[in-house]
């Protein structure tokens, strides 16, 4: 079960079109005292747990994943981008 | 309290614009009354396009701040294609993910109005406020917000007349299939460098989103 704040975050910053260098910059700048106190660790536990799908990625974000290996890849290139802390995956 | 509060920063702000606008010239006088009105395709088809340039002009300065037109109104069918089939978008970058649909608004006037009428949601209002109370409070908030509604609320009933898209599914060789509860999406962001709100993205979605 995804928070509302992470849903938030994967909306507004992850979609279309959406530049993992501009959300290192937002996380470096004023959007960091937000997001850093809380997203690491929920978009660490919705990564082990598997709780960002395909599925939801495609219906909320229209972004298309052959499978979740693949999720996985493109979660861990971002995660890789925004923290220091290692790919909890 | 939060709310309150909220509600009071947006009196003064009202106010202060229309102490702003007293000091317009006349022309801008009018422009600003319009401002609490929502757009017309004919009626208010001047501001469209001056709002269309302005969008463009703003892009090119700020690519990093949005790219609406260029990805979603002024991309051609081939580039929609190559999207839809590789993932390049209309700027010619790879993408590292492919959208189900790559897709566009026929007209300046459909991404204009649609980006009008979603900013003035109750919900997008509500969210924007809230973050703005926040910021001026000194609290830690996000800086960004997504609104959605369904294109038929946003366009009327000849909303696919507005919208265009080739599918993923296809290959990029077939057009979008739009259903009747197919949605609008806009991003706003506030940007840092003059601490005001832009529009990051607009675009038609063809299979509808709702929060789980």
Redesign the interface.
């Known amino acids: 079960m995804?928070s509302?704040r992470l849903?938030?975050?994967l909306?507004?910053?992850c979609?279309?079109?959406s530049?993992p260098e501009?959300v290192a910059e937002?996380l470096r700048?004023?959007?960091g005292?937000?997001?850093l106190?809380w997203l690491p660790g929920e978009l660490a536990q919705a990564i082990r747990e598997h709780a960002i799908t395909p599925e939801?990625?495609?219906?909320?974000l229209?972004?298309?994943?052959d499978d979740q290996v693949a999720l996985d890849r493109?979660l861990r290139?971002r995660w890789e981008a925004w923290f220091t802390q290692p790919y909890p995956g | 309290m939060r709310e309150r509060d909220a509600g009071r920063s947006q009196d003064q702000d009202r106010h202060e614009r229309d102490r702003q606008d007293r000091d317009l010239p006349r022309h801008e006088q009018a422009r600003a009354q319009d401002r609490g009105r929502p757009l017309d395709r004919v009626r208010d088809a001047a501001e469209i396009r001056r709002r269309a340039e302005l969008s463009r002009e703003k892009e090119r300065k700020h690519s990093?701040w949005g790219?609406a037109f260029r990805?979603h109104v002024d991309a051609t069918d081939e580039q929609l294609a190559r999207r839809a089939a590789a993932g390049v978008?209309a700027r010619g970058q790879q993408?590292?993910?492919?959208?189900?649909?790559a897709t566009r608004w026929q007209s300046d006037a459909a991404s204009v109005i649609t980006t009008d009428r979603l900013w003035r949601t109750p919900e997008a209002q509500q969210v924007r406020n809230e973050i703005d109370y926040r910021i001026q409070a000194g609290l830690?908030?996000?800086?960004?917000?997504?609104v959605r509604a369904p294109l038929s609320k946003v366009l009327g009933p000849n909303w696919r007349d507005d919208v265009y898209g080739r599918s993923?599914s296809s290959h990029g060789l077939q057009a979008t299939q739009w259903r009747t509860d197919s949605q609008a999406?806009a991003?706003f962001?506030k940007q840092?460098d003059d601490g005001r709100w832009h529009l990051h993205?607009c675009?038609p979605?063809?299979?509808p989103?709702h929060?789980?």
Do not use: C
């Not at chain 1, 939801?56 to 909320?60: A, E, P």
């Not at chain 2, 830690?140 to 997504?146: D, K």
């Open positions: 995804l509302e849903l938030d975050f909306e507004d910053w979609g279309l079109d530049d501009d937002m700048g004023p959007g005292a937000y997001y106190p939801l990625m495609s219906s909320m229209t972004l298309h994943f493109w290139r | 990093r790219h990805e978008n993408e590292d993910s492919i959208p189900d649909d830690p908030t996000r800086h960004s917000f997504t993923k999406v991003v962001r840092a993205t675009y979605q063809a299979i989103y929060r789980p």
